[in-house]
């Protein structure tokens, strides 16, 4: 059979695009850097928005919606702010026939409109924690556009909360990136993350600390797959996000922001595809068995029909696949790029011997199965093949992560994963260095694993790689 995609191990950015577009999950719009999500991916967004948006709301937050244009003098008020994110902007001078009186920009994220209304919003102590979340479009102008990587528009969640104290403040940032985000990625995403504190130079602009999630791809590079900022009070003071305190002064507020995006398909892309095509994880999928009629004969429909029901009764996602007029190799090589977890094979020959083929994308693998053990053997691949990916994923990552003690050693280690390096053998001098070949630090990380509050603690591992 003729390969449908470029091999990962000849043209990774190749097998990437191929991918891409045979499994029908994107197109690139009329505008450069602009993406049409098709179907498939879309659905899967629709996934991980929907534990996401669970996730969020245990959190404690509520969904709100803010306008996509806002005035040019909001960005302003935050010099640092303004300053990181100038060359990204779209900024809007007609409307209407009319040249408009103040330009507008086209929404690339939303603290400076959030703080706004925070102010308008917020007067006591008793406001608050605040609390928001929104579900939006942004627009960030990309000079090297990548479909769901980088793309100058996208689709993405974005929280905006204020709060008494720095503490608190610090507290709910790190609740979102453990509870929310990693908690995601993990268990639904089937992805081992990094989680830690960016430096200062990488930190988002206008934040006094980073909290990052970082994964690995099948090439070795990293991919920040979400970010919790603390804000301090820098846009509290800006926009007078202010409120009476229990003691009677005049406070401003601290405030937090955090975000993923459509940007997490291209990770699950590049983290679980193979030369076959997507493996999408069994708790993500939208179709999580796919049953198929590879022939049509007497009471094939029907037996086929049966087992769609039984697992949906079972509380499987199904999909159902009869086109008999389209050749079964091409409809299976369809479903193997489009990654559903699990085919169910059914013909005439089958039938007449009492089974079905149950199919895994995970690892190939084939077997037969008697028609009335086919629902307790579903649920039980789909158990096995979320944990397989994981264990798959956390595997590559450790063959690839190397322990270095100098700056060189890591920047040479780089060219084919990650790098773990005593952040004293870096330091800032050494990131601008490193950053010359490519190389980003990726994150802080202290000894045990956990994130550090600040890049001057003791004994902090850096983690340095290429990155998308």
Avoid at 40 to 55: G, L, P, V
Avoid at 148 to 165: D, I, K, Y
Avoid at 438 to 467: H, K
Wanted: glycine share 8%; proline share 5%.
């Amino acid at each position: 059979m003729a390969r449908v995609l470029t091999p990962r191990a000849e043209d990774f950015p190749r097998w990437y695009q191929d991918l891409i577009a045979k499994a029908q999950l994107a197109d690139n719009g009329p505008v450069r850097g602009t993406m049409v999500i098709r179907p498939t991916a879309y659905a899967i967004w629709e996934r991980i928005q929907s534990e996401m948006d669970a996730r969020i709301k245990d959190a404690g937050a509520e969904n709100a919606y803010f306008p996509l244009f806002i005035p040019e003098n909001y960005l302003t008020r935050e010099a640092e702010h303004v300053e990181g994110f100038s060359p990204e902007l779209a900024v809007v001078t007609h409307g209407g026939g009319k040249q408009l009186a103040e330009p507008v920009v086209v929404r690339p994220t939303s603290e400076t409109v959030i703080g706004e209304f925070m102010a308008k919003w917020i007067d006591s102590y008793r406001d608050l924690p605040l609390l928001l979340n929104q579900w939006a479009n942004v627009v960030r102008w990309e000079m090297r556009p990548r479909v769901f990587l980088r793309t100058s528009e996208f689709l993405w969640q974005e929280g905006h909360t204020a709060h008494a104290t720095e503490q608190d403040a610090r507290a709910y940032a790190k609740k979102i990136l453990h509870e929310a985000y990693e908690d995601l990625m993990v268990k639904v995403l089937a992805m081992p993350v990094l989680v830690g504190r960016k430096t200062d130079r990488e930190r988002f602009a206008g934040a006094t600390n980073t909290y990052c999630l970082e994964g690995m791809m099948g090439d070795g590079k990293a991919l920040q797959m979400g970010t919790s900022h603390e804000l301090g009070q820098n846009f509290a003071k800006a926009f007078d996000i202010a409120f009476s305190a229990q003691s009677g002064a005049r406070e401003h507020a601290w405030t937090t922001s955090w975000g993923t995006s459509t940007r997490m398909v291209g990770g699950l892309i590049m983290c679980h595809g193979d030369d076959s095509g997507l493996r999408v994880p069994p708790v993500l999928a939208p179709i999580q068995a796919h049953v198929m009629i590879v022939k049509d004969g007497e009471g094939v429909a029907v037996a086929a029909a049966k087992i769609k029901d039984d697992l949906k009764a079972a509380g499987v996602r199904v999909g159902f696949d009869d086109r008999v007029d389209t050749p079964f190799g091409r409809r299976a090589v369809d479903a193997e790029l489009k990654g559903y977890p699990i085919r169910i094979e059914i013909g005439p020959r089958d039938l007449a011997n009492g089974n079905v083929t149950v199919a895994r994308r995970f690892d190939g693998s084939k077997s037969s199965v008697p028609l009335a053990g086919v629902v307790d053997a579903v649920t039980a691949a789909l158990t096995g093949d979320q944990q397989a990916l994981f264990d798959q994923a956390l595997a590559h990552r450790e063959a690839n992560t190397h322990e270095v003690k100098t700056l060189g050693e890591a920047i040479e280690a780089s060219a084919t994963g990650w790098a773990r390096v005593p952040w004293s053998a870096v330091g800032v001098e050494g990131e601008a260095e490193a950053n010359k070949s490519a190389v980003t630090v990726r994150c802080l990380i202290r000894a045990d694993g956990s994130v550090p509050e600040s890049e001057t603690e003791p004994d902090l591992i850096a983690v340095l790689g290429r990155s998308y």
